[in-house]
């Protein structure tokens, strides 16, 4: 297959690739040759292994990527909330040779054992004569990314084209292409929600206006000025753009918010449709190449909470007690399809785990309905066993949050002598909100064993990189 930037700056060159908040913005032609002029410059300094960025949502970051795919070198992304230490061991684990950071990283690149290398630096050079590639293998590893690592040390994910590839075409079947889209990333490229945008740009010939970090004032006045039409976002990142809408409405052109990142609050969902604000909730994960589920938009509003079905070329299940599980019954979420990883790379324990029978096993609980939609309860390493009862901390949030002035809420275990585990809250709210005030309407919507027994008050809650709730850090 011909490279894909190559065939879309040939196809669609004078058409903008990316807009970038501060005015900024490259045609596809534009981003074809800064790439390949970028890819004989990085070539000079890398000779084997992979390549790491390290870098928030930038130009240079995606001219960087890009460039890494002309060089047929797979690009391994780090998380620039990390220590020092953690990407070395990453880098470490991905077999990374080289990397190259954004200039704002400048003291940790010079702290680093591995040759890092500024995007100024690379700029600097001169260019190598070198072959670039003209094709694309979809079988070859194009990028990695590690998971969150909530359940022990964390995992560096493949994705090979063919995975990116069939992603986007999967999306682009269930949600559809139409002549004016503009897709907004405010998610970090290197997470895969942020990524899998620049792949949808590329193969679809569709602009991204690109934020180097959500701001729901530049997201609010990227759609009402700016003509996006699809944001992907979080339930966190939801809230607050709806917040800001306040008695407002979004432009007819706005599309809808594409919602990941786990189960969306009842109450979130509910506040979105009397705003007339389209929510497509999707699932989906690192493993998964980005959105692997989608509710569509027709059923939107009528299987509210629901992830909807499998995109076209995928496949799910639920599996309880290694059986088929029947309709409505809690299980284990079990994937598969072209856009799913091969694997994780050198983990063979972690593979055998996870892909069974050509079944990925996320992890994941949740459930189908009659109709085949999914609803997925929350992640098994979230489960709350109280004495012998399972308790599903997003349900305990969804109640928590349906309280006014509420703004966040966590629910995780603590340990009990009588019960194994009991759960607790933390909570964002107003100042006029009290413990017993929440306890009363929780008692009344749920059962007893799944009351919060404590209630604790914060500023904020810990959030990773794409404002996803991190449950395993609310007690510590």
């Not at 130009?59 to 797979?74: H, K």
């Not at 459930?367 to 997003?394: H, K, M, Q, T, W």
């Amino acid at each position: 297959m011909e490279h894909w930037l190559t065939k879309r700056a040939y196809l669609t060159p004078d058409n903008i690739a990316i807009e970038f908040s501060n005015g900024e913005a490259l045609t596809f032609a534009q981003l074809y040759e800064r790439a390949r002029e970028l890819a004989s410059k990085i070539y000079t300094v890398h000779s084997n292994g992979h390549i790491a960025m390290l870098s928030n949502n930038s130009i240079d970051m995606v001219v960087a990527f890009w460039a890494c795919t002309y060089l047929n070198v797979p690009v391994v992304f780090l998380n620039t909330r990390l220590t020092t230490r953690e990407w070395e061991v990453q880098c470490e684990d991905a077999d990374v040779k080289t990397i190259i950071c954004d200039d704002q990283y400048r003291e940790s690149a010079q702290s680093l054992t591995l040759p890092a290398y500024l995007f100024s630096d690379i700029h600097a050079f001169q260019s190598a004569e070198c072959t670039l590639t003209t094709d694309i293998d979809l079988d070859l590893i194009c990028s990695m990314m590690f998971t969150s690592g909530t359940t022990g040390r964390a995992k560096p994910v493949i994705h090979t084209y063919h995975n990116h590839w069939s992603s986007a075409v999967a999306s682009a079947l269930n949600l559809g292409l139409m002549p004016n889209d503009k897709w907004l990333a405010c998610l970090p490229l290197f997470h895969i929600g942020g990524l899998s945008i620049l792949f949808k740009s590329v193969i679809y010939g569709m602009p991204i206006y690109l934020l180097k970090r959500f701001d729901e004032e530049k997201v609010h006045e990227a759609i009402m000025k700016h003509n996006v039409t699809v944001v992907s976002v979080v339930a966190m990142t939801c809230s607050r753009l709806l917040k800001r809408l306040a008695d407002g409405y979004y432009p007819s052109s706005f599309r809808c918010m594409l919602l990941g990142g786990g189960p969306a609050p009842k109450p979130l969902l509910e506040k979105a449709k009397e705003k007339y604000v389209p929510i497509v909730q999707t699932y989906g994960m690192t493993e998964t190449c980005s959105q692997i589920v989608t509710l569509n938009e027709a059923d939107a509003l009528r299987k509210l909470g629901s992830a909807g079905k499998p995109l076209f070329s995928a496949s799910l299940q639920i599996q309880a007690d290694n059986t088929t599980a029947e309709p409505n019954q809690v299980g284990e979420i079990v994937v598969k399809g072209p856009m799913v990883t091969p694997g994780y790379y050198h983990r063979e324990t972690a593979n055998k785990e996870a892909f069974r029978d050509g079944w990925f096993h996320t992890g994941d609980l949740g459930y189908l309905d009659e109709e085949g939609f999914l609803f997925v309860v929350d992640r098994r390493s979230d489960l709350i066993i109280s004495g012998g009862e399972n308790i599903y901390p997003a349900e305990v949030e969804e109640v928590l949050l349906s309280f006014e002035g509420v703004q966040e809420a966590g629910v995780t275990a603590i340990e009990d002598s009588k019960w194994g585990q009991v759960p607790v809250a933390y909570v964002v709210a107003n100042e006029d909100v009290t413990a017993e005030q929440l306890l009363v309407h929780c008692r009344a919507r749920l059962a007893s064993f799944k009351v919060p027994k404590q209630i604790y008050f914060r500023n904020h809650l810990p959030r990773n990189a794409t404002k996803k709730l991190q449950r395993h850090l609310l007690n510590s």
